[in-house]
């Protein structure tokens, strides 16, 4: 045979191959209408349906081969799928017309579809498999529109899935990123991905599969997954937990990163702390966040996620027997913002409620390691500064050791700087803890009104947050409940007559005017404070109070009308 004759030869081949699978994927679509009206054999013709849906995907895949080199491939298959299909749509038109003999015949009948249709999807991907079709010649299916209708979006997602069983390497991992793209920019993808047999099974095998690249993308599709609620009890029912952890043990870094954020949204529930464990989890995570090996992305998700297992006590001691708390305060000395935020607030979580890891945190340095946090030198952004003040609160103020210590390693002008300087939330939250420190340590209060405190609580007093005014009159009241603050407060005339001033505002009477009252009587037991409050211009309101039967007021007044400032007022404050 000449050459020229081989190439005709092959060419209607080819044509005649191109033909046989647009004649399948025809009748095959076809089939898959149809089956869509039968209303009895449901269960079979589901089946039946995933399977012609299955082929049909790989069918259309195929139809785009631009090269002859592939047409002995199809020779056999081509005819095989015609002669089911054409079968079947036989089967499933006496089905909707309710023209069948006997309902055992039928069933044996579909059964035997069944078997045959899965046949020829085994076939196809062990072409796909074999690497015989490249990816380079399968057509990718559009993504529909935004006003697609769910029958197109489920034809796309089945379309994506038939790729992920039977294409090569690089087929799945393209249909995996084009499924984590319409997953994480339309949720109702997701729930089609949930609702379409086998894709979250498949998804749970990839994070298995040798390939880093599967495993990465699989591994950030089930996390997107898993921050629906919804479908959490279908992941876990999958059996994903053990993959999950194998990832974390064995995986890429994004693929443990993927991992761990999946796994931290399942272990909301206690119940599925308990499965991680059970699969070595937190052996896996204290390793990745003690190695040293990772950014900051991933060992921040690995706290994260611990602090979801320690809720669970018999893992809280393990992973204190492991010497976890000595890892957890060295990354709170991480430069990496994530890595701080969460080391600290994973100790946090260790030390709520449990004295004995609370000593044991203070034991291995973490007050120093927190308080280093607040340098005002550093570069610390407002958050971080938040969460040291926030662990400093809830892990330093229950024991005066504990306070003492704070104290040696600078925290009260810290503290101070904060107050001044600090963002708005940062400074409410630095007015919390002066006013927590205020109540635990006298030695604290002392220090605090060397520090400059007053004045800046003083400033705070006509604030517009009722919250903020409150806990700026209740810390200065407590300060100057100690002699020498008392002094170096009255120092200044202003500080009196603002105090006296307050009183004559409305929402300062409203709010707190109990407590302006008690820092005037506190002042009154100085001379130089007694003798500023009496001969102010505002002292009238304190007078109007007491005309207006306000108790403190009242008490004030005696308190200034005594010895030789009785003659300064009027005598019926003794009624």
Same mark, same amino acid.
């Given at each position: 045979?000449?050459?020229?004759?081989?190439?005709?030869?092959?060419?209607?081949?080819?044509?005649?191959?191109?033909?046989?699978?647009?004649?399948?994927?025809?009748?095959?679509?076809? !089939?898959?209408?149809?089956?869509?009206?039968?209303?009895?054999?449901?269960?079979?013709?589901?089946?039946?349906?995933?399977?012609?849906?299955? &082929?049909?995907?790989?069918?259309?895949?195929?139809?785009?081969?631009?090269?002859?080199?592939?047409?002995?491939?199809?020779?056999?298959?081509?005819?095989?799928?015609l002669v089911t299909a054409n079968e079947c749509h036989n089967l499933?038109?006496?089905?909707?017309? &309710?023209?069948?003999?006997?309902?055992?015949?039928?069933?044996?009948?579909?059964?035997?579809?069944?078997?045959?249709?899965?046949?020829?999807?085994?076939?196809?991907?062990?072409?796909?498999?074999?690497?015989?079709?490249?990816?380079?010649?399968a057509i990718v299916v559009s993504r529909p529109g935004l006003g697609a209708g769910k029958d197109d979006m489920r034809f796309y997602i089945r379309d994506l899935l038939t790729r992920m069983k039977i294409g090569d390497i690089e087929m799945k991992r393209q249909a995996l990123v084009n499924l984590y793209q319409v997953v994480d920019e339309d949720e109702r993808y997701a729930k089609l991905v949930v609702e379409v047999g086998g894709i979250v099974n498949v998804l749970v095998?990839?994070? *298995?599969?040798?390939?880093?690249?599967?495993?990465?993308?699989?591994?950030?599709?089930?996390?997107?997954?898993?921050?629906? *609620? &919804?479908?959490?009890g279908v992941l876990v029912g999958a059996g994903i937990i053990g993959p999950l952890v194998r990832v974390l043990e064995n995986g890429s870094e994004l693929?443990?990163?993927?991992?761990?954020?999946?796994?931290?949204?399942?272990?909301?529930?206690?119940?599925?702390?308990?499965? /991680?464990?059970?699969?070595?989890? /937190?052996?896996?995570?204290? $390793?990745?966040?003690?190695?040293?090996?990772?950014?900051?992305? %991933?060992?921040?998700l690995a706290c994260a996620l611990l602090r979801n297992l320690v809720g669970v006590e018999e893992i809280k001691r393990f992973i204190v027997e492991e010497g976890a708390i000595s890892t957890f305060i060295k990354l709170a000395r991480s430069r990496d913002e994530i890595v701080q935020i969460n080391s600290m607030e994973f100790l946090q979580n260790m030390a709520s409620g449990d004295d004995s890891v609370r000593q044991m945190v203070v034991r291995e340095g973490g007050v120093r390691a927190l308080v280093r946090v607040l340098d005002p030198k550093s570069s610390t952004s407002s958050k971080t500064r938040e969460v040291a003040l926030r662990a400093i609160e809830n892990l330093c103020f229950s024991s005066q050791s504990c306070i003492n210590m704070l104290m040696n390693f600078g925290f009260i002008n810290q503290?101070?700087?904060?107050?001044?300087?600090?963002?708005?939330?940062?400074?409410? %939250?630095?007015? $919390?803890?002066?006013?927590?420190?205020?109540?635990?340590?006298?030695?604290?209060? $002392?220090?605090?009104?060397?520090a400059?405190?007053?004045?800046?609580?003083?400033?705070?007093? *006509?604030?517009?947050?009722?919250?903020?005014?409150?806990?700026?009159?209740?810390? !200065?009241s407590s300060l100057v409940s100690v002699p020498k603050n008392r002094k170096r407060f009255v120092q200044d005339d202003r500080n009196v007559g603002f105090l006296l001033q307050l009183l004559d505002q409305e929402d300062g009477i409203s709010g707190n005017k109990k407590l302006l009252l008690s820092i005037l009587m506190s002042l009154t037991n100085c001379n130089s404070g007694r003798r500023k409050i009496a001969s102010?211009?505002?002292?009238?309101?304190?007078?109007?109070?007491?005309?207006?039967?306000?108790? *403190?007021? $009242?008490?004030? /007044?005696?308190?200034?009308?005594?010895?030789?400032?009785?003659?300064?007022?009027?005598?019926?404050?003794?009624?």
């Open positions: 045979m000449g050459e020229e004759e081989q190439h005709q030869n092959s060419t209607e081949s080819f044509m005649a191959m191109k033909a046989g699978l647009g004649q399948a994927i025809e009748v095959i679509s076809s !089939l898959i209408s149809l089956s869509h009206s039968i209303k009895v054999f449901s269960v079979k013709w589901q089946l039946i349906r995933k399977k012609l849906e299955e &082929l049909n995907s790989g069918l259309m895949a195929a139809e785009n081969c631009d090269s002859s080199q592939n047409t002995q491939v199809f020779s056999g298959l081509i005819p095989s799928v499933a038109r006496s089905c909707a017309d &309710l023209s069948y003999s006997g309902k055992l015949l039928m069933q044996s009948d579909l059964d035997v579809m069944i078997a045959r249709f899965d046949s020829h999807v085994k076939n196809l991907s062990g072409i796909y498999s074999a690497g015989i079709l490249s990816h380079g010649f095998g990839f994070l *298995d599969s040798p390939e880093m690249e599967i495993q990465e993308e699989a591994s950030k599709i089930v996390s997107l997954l898993s921050g629906f *609620d &919804l479908y959490k693929g443990k990163e993927g991992a761990a954020r999946c796994l931290q949204r399942l272990t909301v529930n206690s119940d599925n702390a308990w499965s /991680v464990s059970a699969h070595g989890g /937190v052996t896996a995570l204290l $390793k990745i966040c003690s190695s040293g090996e990772f950014g900051g992305e %991933l060992i921040g503290l101070f700087f904060l107050l001044r300087n600090g963002e708005a939330s940062v400074q409410e %939250l630095a007015l $919390k803890v002066t006013f927590r420190l205020c109540s635990a340590s006298e030695e604290a209060k $002392k220090a605090m009104g060397d400059g405190f007053m004045p800046e609580l003083l400033k705070l007093l *006509d604030a517009k947050s009722y919250e903020v005014r409150e806990m700026a009159t209740e810390a !200065l102010s211009g505002y002292l009238k309101n304190i007078e109007k109070l007491a005309e207006a039967e306000v108790y *403190d007021a $009242k008490k004030l /007044v005696r308190k200034l009308s005594t010895n030789r400032f009785r003659s300064i007022l009027s005598g019926f404050w003794h009624s």
